[in-house]
């Protein structure tokens, strides 16, 4: 399958802002804000959102198996856009704990820098959740672009083939 090149899969711990669209078999879009995504050794990427904030997106990916991932850093405004169409949805596991923690640790530091929203409640609102109790989807990559403000906003992003 194909994947991310290194260079944006490396990345992927430095873009914590996250939001996570489907749409239902209506063709009804719907989106939600993801908290935590890293790639997996195969490839594909794994996406921890939590269901009771999101249910509708959660749903609509059950039924269509089609996501798209916006990945951002407030700092830089380094975008990455990523599309899947074998997107599965299952229980997040304990072991996704450090992730979760770790994002937000990277979200709140960006947010401070930039906005001055150090300590912000709205996050412990946002990451007050334990994994286990988040929904783990996890998709191959089907297109990805860099959407990053600038001359090279919208192009896509060559995948490397399967290793």
């Not at 001359?151 to 399967?162: R, T």
Request: with cysteine.
């Amino acid at each position: 399958m194909p994947r991310l090149p290194a260079e944006w899969s490396l990345s992927l711990s430095a873009l914590p802002s996250l939001r996570l669209g489907s749409c239902d078999l209506d063709g009804n879009p719907h989106v939600g804000r993801a908290l935590a995504v890293d790639a997996l050794p195969d490839g594909r990427l794994l996406v921890l959102i939590a269901e009771c904030a999101a249910p509708r997106v959660v749903a609509a990916v059950r039924e269509t198996a089609q996501v798209a991932l916006l990945a951002t850093s407030p700092r830089s405004n380094r975008t990455l856009h990523v599309k899947g169409h074998d997107a599965r949805v299952a229980p997040a596991q304990r072991s996704h704990d450090a992730l979760l923690m770790l994002r937000r640790d990277t979200l709140a530091r960006e947010l401070a820098d930039v906005d001055g929203f150090a300590g912000a409640p709205f996050l412990d609102h946002w990451y007050g959740i334990a994994a286990h109790a988040m929904t783990a989807i996890t998709f191959s990559v089907a297109g990805a672009w860099n959407q990053t403000p600038g001359p090279d906003a919208g192009q896509a992003i060559a995948l490397e083939p399967d290793a």
